[in-house]
């Protein structure tokens, strides 16, 4: 076979083509957001006024001109502010996009973030109330549901280096091999108590187990609906603990594990109560959390106080369930009293004239049969009946007796394992704002800076959803990288 020449290009070759293809036809995904958003009417008003408040000098360059640049930013997944200016540096058609006339360098787009960080969050909030309405017509179910989980954002600070840790339980461990210590002395769980609670450089960087390893973050709380849209973003930083005095942070045990559960299920109310009163025409009806929340105290905060209609929370292995009136299997279904491994048969819910809500249960081994009138009646075929009624034993249960076995759902019925595998979406959000809108890794030390990248990660995926209903194509609603061509 012949050989065939190979021709190196050479870099300005490379950039020289690629500023044909830019300059010579416009970018069709930059034409898709040009034709279909005007970010000027999206922009609360009140962040014009404090953007172009009197300083003694004009604005060099436009609000949404820095709000373009900073969701662009996200949307294409570039890591770093640096990086960024360098991409409108070379790219005359990103540059004509964000209408800059001179491209702003990376310690403006700081202090962009730091200073306008109210306006950012107003920004968002204003933006979960116009794509409420776009989510409830694309799936009227999932968007009636409310999925918390929390994370942290690692900061840039000395403890976070992998070695600090290492250090710490390669000495531990050869402490338990030099005393000789039986498996309950766990280097891990002696390191985490031997660690401080929070970084030198930052007493707001606390320390946090989470994804198998330990680090120090800035926390923070995420809300969206069963569509993964973001619903909310709380900081838990010093303002939030301040402004939400019955969050009292008790000091650290030997597991991390409980800490973190123990952290979440205090911050639970008090973010879900903030949410309501930012958005009070959202009235979520289901809502969806892992086995940290499963708390007598918070069934009946959820659904007494916040009105959800039922909650969907496994139950943690370290407390059963419980009811006065019958023993209940770990789901709180009644079991045969015969026979605690028998479960009885679910026949529906039905609500009483006192407005209250009771479930119905059945023998197992009742079957319906024809009668000789022609009537269809339940008949029970068990071999040793713990009742002489030929319709076998029912159980009533009524969930206001426990709110915790019984919280607007049964657990183990299809509608429980369909609906529940829904709370996963909240952890790919944040999965995708840690990654993909790279708010994780960040070199920063900064709590403002920090905070504001998740919040314009927020705002990224909201303009997302707008556009994705404009153009009718929901499909695109988590992501529009499948548009970029």
């Not at 198998?212 to 909310?232: A, E, P, Q, S, W």
Request: some cysteine; hydrophobic content about 35%.
């Amino acid at each position: 076979m012949p050989i065939l020449a190979h021709n190196q290009l050479s870099l300005a070759e490379i950039f020289s083509d690629c500023s044909n293809i830019f300059e010579s036809d416009k970018h069709q995904f930059l034409s898709l957001l040009e034709e279909n958003l005007n970010l000027d009417e999206l922009i609360p008003s009140t962040f014009y006024n404090n953007y172009y408040a009197s300083t003694g000098r004009p604005r060099t360059h436009h609000l949404r001109s820095m709000l373009w640049a900073l969701i662009l930013q996200r949307i294409f997944s570039i890591p770093t502010d640096s990086l960024l200016i360098v991409f409108l540096q070379f790219s005359k058609e990103l540059r004509d996009f964000c209408d800059f006339d001179s491209i702003p360098d990376a310690s403006r787009l700081t202090r962009f973030k730091q200073d306008f960080l109210l306006d950012l969050q107003s920004f968002f909030d204003h933006l979960v109330d116009v794509t409420e309405p776009i989510c409830q017509e694309i799936d009227p179910h999932k968007a009636a549901m409310t999925i918390f989980d929390t994370s942290g954002v690692e900061a840039y600070v000395t403890e976070n280096n992998p070695k600090y840790a290492h250090k710490i339980v390669k000495q531990l461990k050869a402490f338990k091999k030099a005393n000789k210590l039986n498996n309950s002395y766990d280097p891990y769980k002696a390191a985490y108590g031997s660690m401080p609670s929070n970084s030198a450089a930052n007493p707001e960087i606390k320390q946090l187990y989470i994804n198998g390893h330990f680090c120090y973050v800035y926390k923070f709380g995420m809300i969206t609906n069963g569509l993964g849209i973001v619903r909310d973003i709380s900081f838990y930083n010093k303002d939030f603990i301040e402004s939400h005095p019955e969050i009292i942070l008790d000091k650290k045990s030997d597991s991390p594990e409980e800490d973190k559960s123990l952290h979440d299920t205090k911050a639970l109310i008090p973010v879900l109560t903030d949410f309501f009163k930012r958005h009070p025409l959202i009235n979520p009806k289901s809502f969806l959390g892992d086995a940290a929340f499963d708390s007598t105290i918070l069934y009946a905060a959820l659904l007494n106080d916040l009105h959800f209609e039922k909650a969907f929370i496994p139950i943690n292995s370290r407390s059963k369930l419980s009811y006065p009136d019958c023993q209940v299997n770990e789901y709180g279904v009644p079991c045969c009293p015969e026979d605690n491994t028998l479960p009885m048969k679910y026949e529906g819910k039905a609500k009483r004239k006192n407005g209250l809500t009771r479930h119905k249960f059945i023998c197992p081994k009742v079957k319906w049969r024809k009668d000789i009138d022609g009537k269809h009646r339940r008949k029970c075929f068990c071999d040793n009946p713990c009742t002489t009624s030929s319709n076998g034993r029912m159980f009533y249960v009524y969930p206001e007796k426990d709110l915790r076995a019984y919280p607007g759902t049964i657990r183990g019925t299809n509608e429980w394992i369909k609906t529940y595998k829904i709370r996963t979406t909240v952890e790919r959000s944040i999965h995708q704002f840690k990654e993909s809108y790279n708010v994780a890794n960040r070199k920063t030390q900064n709590e403002k800076t920090i905070h504001a990248d998740l919040l314009l990660g927020g705002i990224t995926q909201l303009i997302t959803v707008v556009l994705a209903n404009k153009i009718n194509k929901h499909q695109y609603i988590k992501s529009l990288k499948p548009l970029i061509a």
